[in-house]
């Protein structure tokens, strides 16, 4: 008896239980996000997806898709910048992004061209906003240049205001700001990065 | 003040969060205290000051959970010899030492509290004091008789302890292999008469002060 308190006081009694407990973890997160979501206080749901393009970042709040980010945007920046400028409180909780996974899917299987999704239009604000609200109306498959688009806007000087409004745009993909191109038809600069725009065209070409 | 997304908070606290919910209130309330002690905190988060002790904060609320709880299963009267025999962990990884258990359930209330918020959350013996109530001495006595305590009533690996046994062992052949867990039984009990002691002890000191 007394060997045995001898032999053990060196040691952490709490090695019997887990530091980390993987499984109860995930089985705990889930029920997190889920009761979070039925007591209204999951401001911000969020998943990644696996697409051709990379793999994306799909947010959303009450209201609709707020966020969709490249990979090459940097997830864990586009994460601060929601808990800064939507709510901290950011769950990852994919069932508030089935529907919307399930539409992105289609479209980069080939098999949906408009989307059909809310959308939380708060991280676009002003003129930019004004912009992106045009951009539906380029059908799939087809392009317009910046100087088209700033000519709809009604302020047919402002392209470089609409290069910025398309650089900015929150939701990328489904607000199709790839389909703005340069006036000599090359693709031009695209937030999720060159080759993904010119994925893209390609896709909606096919 | 710029604040991490919530998920973070789960991320880089959650599993320390549920070893001490574990340790304060055994296998069968800890993952109910989890859900609602981050769920509480969710609720809560935007209103956090920007340089509060993420941890601390935590912890205090899982205490009021845990307490919660207890009553609620005190309310419930389950019987306390009730609690499932399992010799040896199932390979369920939400599975840990019951015999852990039993040591911590033997401790009283406060010094159970103390070693899990000093040992497991980390926490300054002040902040434990601010939360369960008392004194920083109180706590800091709680959790040095509780951690004594646990050192004797739970040995860790019950048959790799005595050197001596090996020799025995290799002079007798087998046999012997009944003898250290029947040790450790000694030790089990006798701690838990321990712990009644420590807990006397502790008050003593209280007085002291």
């Known amino acids: ?206 | 003040m710029s604040k991490p997304p919530f998920e973070q908070i789960v991320t880089e606290h959650g599993p320390m969060v549920l070893r001490v919910v574990r340790a304060v209130l055994g296998p069968h309330d800890a993952e109910d205290a989890w859900s609602e002690t981050f769920l509480a905190a969710l609720q809560a988060y935007p209103e956090l000051p920007g340089d509060a002790n993420v941890a601390a904060w935590l912890v205090t609320v899982a205490h009021r959970k845990a307490i919660d709880v207890t009553r609620a299963t005190a309310r419930r009267a389950v019987p306390v010899g009730e609690l499932p025999e399992r010799p040896s962990r199932s390979g369920r990884p939400e599975d840990w030492d019951p015999d852990l258990w039993r040591a911590l359930k033997a401790l009283p209330e406060r010094q159970r509290h103390a070693v899990a918020y000093h040992y497991l959350a980390g926490l300054p013996y002040r902040e434990i004091a601010a939360m369960t109530g008392g004194s920083t001495d109180a706590a800091r006595r709680a959790a040095a008789d509780g951690m004594r305590t646990l050192r004797r009533t739970y040995p860790a690996h019950p048959d790799g302890d005595a050197d001596t046994s090996t020799d025995i062992g290799a002079s007798t052949g087998g046999g012997t292999g009944a003898a250290p867990p029947a040790a450790a039984e000694a030790g089990r009990s006798t701690g838990t008469r321990g712990g009644q002691g420590a807990a006397a002890g502790n008050e003593t000191g209280a007085r002291g002060r």
């Not at chain 1, 008896?1 to 109860?24: I, K, N």
Request: glycine share 10%.
């Open chain 1, 1 to 206: 008896m007394t060997m045995t308190a001898t032999g053990s006081a060196g040691r952490d009694p709490f090695e019997g239980l887990p530091e980390h407990d993987d499984e109860a973890m995930a089985r705990l997160h889930a029920r997190l996000a889920e009761q979070a979501g039925a007591e209204g206080v999951l401001d911000v749901a969020y998943r990644t997806l696996d697409t051709p393009a990379g793999t994306l970042l799909l947010a959303a709040t009450d209201a609709g898709v707020v966020r969709i980010a490249y990979a090459v945007q940097d997830h864990a920046a586009v994460l601060q910048q929601l808990a800064d400028r939507v709510s901290p409180r950011v769950l990852r909780a994919p069932g508030r992004l089935d529907e919307a996974a399930r539409q992105l899917d289609e479209y980069f299987a080939g098999r949906r061209r408009t989307f059909e999704l809310p959308l939380d239009w708060r991280l676009s604000k002003g003129y930019r906003r004004q912009v992106l609200g045009l951009l539906p109306a380029i059908g799939y498959g087809r392009t317009e240049s910046y100087a088209q688009v700033a000519a709809a806007s009604g302020s047919p000087r402002a392209v470089r205001a609409v290069g910025t409004a398309c650089a900015t745009n929150p939701l990328p993909v489904v607000v199709p700001c790839h389909r703005v191109v340069r006036s000599d038809g090359s693709p031009g600069q695209y937030a999720g990065g060159a080759d993904a725009k010119r994925l893209l065209l390609a896709l909606e070409e096919a």
